[in-house]
């Protein structure tokens, strides 16, 4: 069974940085398409960035250019890497696969301040 392990998650003022990260371990994820979320408590999840097999992002149009998705295959690891963070990116983030998701792991909180 694949088990998700989101961190790296903190609080930030406007304008800064963080990166997280997402280990997948009982599975190799090097094949798959990894996303990542992010959900506002009372809000749906919503969809951010997804990385596929042969290393080509897509993001959504509130990530494009302030936000990086990369993945370490040794380490089975997914990476966001979030710059010029602002109030609204405050949420927690989640990874999973795009396609056929498993269980969702307990996210790492992003707070940003203005």
């Known amino acids: 069974q694949v088990h998700l392990v989101e961190s790296g998650g903190g609080s930030v003022q406007t304008g800064g940085s963080l990166r997280l990260s997402c280990v997948a371990s009982?599975?190799?994820?090097?094949?798959?398409?990894m996303a990542w979320y992010r959900q506002v408590p009372g809000s749906k999840r919503e969809w951010v960035a997804h990385?596929?097999?042969?290393?080509?992002?897509t993001y959504a149009a509130s990530a494009k250019g302030r936000f990086t998705i990369s993945r370490d295959n040794a380490k089975n690891t997914v990476y966001l890497h979030m710059s010029d963070l602002r109030p609204v990116d405050t949420a927690v983030y989640y990874c999973?696969?795009?396609?056929?998701?498993?269980?969702w792991g307990q996210g790492t909180q992003v707070t940003v301040s203005s």
């Open positions: 990385l596929d097999a042969l290393g080509s992002p």
């Open positions: 009982g599975s190799k994820h090097q094949h798959s398409t």
């Open positions: 999973n696969f795009l396609r056929n998701p498993t269980s």
